[in-house]
């Protein structure tokens, strides 16, 4: 088993940064692909990014493409959401969680994820 403690999250201004991190304990942190989801009020929870085992591979939702950027350290047991020019529609709860599924095209899928963190609160102002 994993689990997983996310950070980082709070209020910023439109246009502005922040950097999620999610700490996974456990030995095996470079078996998991990891994935990170946000959930707004009322909405179902929709896949932001997700990262292959090595980094190797990332994938995003394309309402972030080129504004954040999924990154993991094996070596620390921790994977980054960094997070530029945002916006008030990012504003939601994030979730990263941990796939041991080897099929990268179903990364996306909330279902794919086997352990989930508690998640960590994002609010972007206008």
């Known amino acids: 088993q994993v689990q997983l403690v996310e950070s980082g999250g709070g209020l910023v201004q439109a246009g502005g940064s922040l950097r999620l991190s999610c700490a996974a304990s456990g030995r095996t942190f470079s078996s998991y692909a990891m994935g990170w989801f946000r959930q707004a009020p009322g909405k179902e929870r929709e896949f932001v990014a997700a990262?292959?085992?090595?980094?190797?591979?990332?994938y995003y939702t394309d309402s972030v493409k080129g504004r954040f950027t999924i990154s993991r350290d094996n070596a620390l047991n921790t994977v980054y959401l960094q997070m530029n020019s945002l916006k008030p529609e990012d504003t939601a709860v994030y979730y990263c969680?941990?796939?041991?599924?080897?099929?990268?095209?179903?990364?996306?899928?909330?279902?794919?994820?086997?352990?989930w963190g508690q998640g960590t609160q994002v609010t972007v102002s206008s």
């Open positions: 990262i292959s085992w090595t980094g190797g591979s990332t």
């Open positions: 969680a941990a796939s041991t599924s080897s099929r990268q095209y179903a990364w996306r899928g909330a279902s794919s994820y086997d352990y």
